[in-house]
């Protein structure tokens, strides 16, 4: 299992922003926008400021992982000095200026895509790649948005020779877990790490005693507990979207498929091999 040792204050906030109450949530706004403020506040301060209780204060530092207000403090104050770039990324779109909203969607899609990459533990993610290389079956497991990062990742673990599929259907899904052989694997794709029907192929997953690997957002999740490994992604779409309780950004997670796929392609020895015959087997498509 993952720890949230090597993940920032603010990608906390953000992964439990959905959970939060909202007095909570008056508190991770104030946080969000005035980051390096918190770091020379008082609990009472903050809470006057947020116009909440000194609890809520403190409840809401523990629910996003930090033991209380004074930590929560001193971690800002170590990633504001070892990370910079944090306390300088704007948050802006403006419809009358696509240049700097773009600007903005690019440093924010930078900090997700390091966030994520920083966080896999590479101990990890080796036992996880040895389990893939000696599958007989590779399984992509996903509902809703999640879908094409499916789609994608089983087409690219076939081009390596390893057999894999996925079904934007859950029933076809969950149907053919109940047939595969114990040597499978499933990768279980999923922001919130709660969609009901893919906790219904998890569970099939967990009865056949077929290994799990999560790809989510939340390392707490009720698909985190039930899986064999987690590789965490990182989502920022609530830096831009604060009152929608949407997480509906691929990039993170599909950039941990692809780093599966980059180091299984490099370990497989009759990885190009099989890619050659792939694009020789459908070269006649192409123009």
Known sequence: MQTEDNISVLDKVLSNYSSLFEAEKKVADF????STEVIDMTVAEVANDCSVSEATVIRFCKRCGCQGFHRLKLDLARESDTHGIKKDIPNELHA??????????LANKQEELQETLAGIDPSQCDRVLNL???????????VGNTIPIALDGAYKFNELGITSFTSSVWENMLAMLRTLPSDAVM?????????KHLLYMVDCAVERKIPIIAVTNHIHS?????????LRSVSRERMFFRNHSFLSTRLSMMAVVEILYFLLCS????SFHCIDV????IADEKM
Do not use: C, M, P, W
């Not at 893939?132 to 996903?142: D, I």
């Not at 990768?187 to 969609?195: D, K, N, V």
């Not at 370990?267 to 009759?270: F, G, L, S």
């Open 31 to 34: 946080v969000l926008d005035h």
């Open 96 to 105: 009358n200026d696509i240049g700097s909203s773009i600007r903005n969607i």
């Open 132 to 142: 893939l290389q000696g599958a007989r079956t590779v399984v992509f497991s996903a």
């Open 187 to 195: 990768i279980a794709l999923s922001a919130s790490g709660e969609s």
């Open 222 to 230: 009720s698909l985190a507990k039930k899986s064999t490994y987690v």
């Open 267 to 270: 370990r497989k020895e009759d």
């Open 278 to 281: 792939h694009e020789q087997s």
